[in-house]
Structure formats: C-alpha cells, structure tokens
C-alpha cells in the first residue's frame, strides 16, 4: 500500500482547459500530515462530488459496481455491525442523532451467502492484484 501511496508523487494527469490541456502533478505536497486526496490544481481538499467521481466511481466500476455516497455509508455501516462494533459506537461513527436511524436504515441484515461473496470478491482482488512490489505495481487498493 506504501508503495502504491509513492508512486502516487509520480504521476501526472492531463486537464483539459478550453482547447488547452494542462499537465499537473496528481500529488502536489507529499508531507506526512498531507492529503491522499489533493485537488488537481492546486492541492487543497477535493469536493466530495470529485473524491466519488474521479477515484471511487472508477475503481468500483473495474469492479462491476455502483456506487454512491449513500451505498458506501449503508456499507460501512452493515459492516461494522456484523464485525461486531457496538451499535451505539456506530452510531457515533456515522453520526446520527438517533440509534433507530443507524440500525434500521444504514445496518442491514446479511445473509449467509452474501457474506461468502463478499468473502469471494476480496480474495478476487487480492488475487488479481497481485503482490503490492513497488511503484510499478497497478494501483489498486487491498
């Protein structure tokens, strides 16, 4: 994962402005207190709409997934239950005024066989991913 961050300082994307393109460093501060996430231009904090857009829409999409920011809560928040977080801890995490919000919309219930594919899916990735052995490894996430 480490290595994968690096190569992150590396890369540069190309912007289309008008019928200009510009060229920008995707990394533009590498501190250790830095952003993972830096707005293209000038390395201030990404929008919301542009970490889902131009990062997790992406990946979740060579996956043959949807996703939105409300999926990703709804996830998050089903997998803390069934990792065996208290509900008020998730409560807390999730940050909502009432426990009946969080565990009767965002905690679902899941069943056996959705657990062994989502078992199956990870080792998938891990697998396709292969060893994370250094900067030129593919950017994937484990």
């Not at 290595?3 to 200009?20: F, S």
């Not at 043959?64 to 065996?84: D, E, H, I, N, P």
């Not at 066989?113 to 891990?126: H, I, M, P, S, T």
């Amino acid at each position: 994962m480490i290595a994968r961050i690096h190569r992150l300082k590396t890369l540069t994307v190309d912007v289309r402005a008008g019928r200009a393109v510009r060229r920008y460093k995707v990394v533009k501060a590498d501190g250790l207190d830095e952003l993972v996430f830096q707005s293209v231009k000038d390395g201030k904090p990404m929008s919301d709409g542009n970490v889902l857009k131009r990062h997790i829409k992406p990946a979740a999409r060579c996956l043959g997934f949807k996703v939105t920011w409300s999926s990703l809560r709804t996830s998050c928040a089903t997998w803390m239950v069934q990792a065996g977080a208290d509900p008020k801890s998730v409560q807390g995490q999730m940050r909502h005024s009432r426990i009946s919000t969080t565990m009767d919309i965002y905690a679902q219930f899941v069943p056996e066989g959705q657990k062994q594919a989502v078992q199956r899916l990870r080792e998938y990735v891990r697998e396709s991913a292969g060893p994370a052995s250094g900067p030129s490894g593919p950017l994937l996430v484990q």
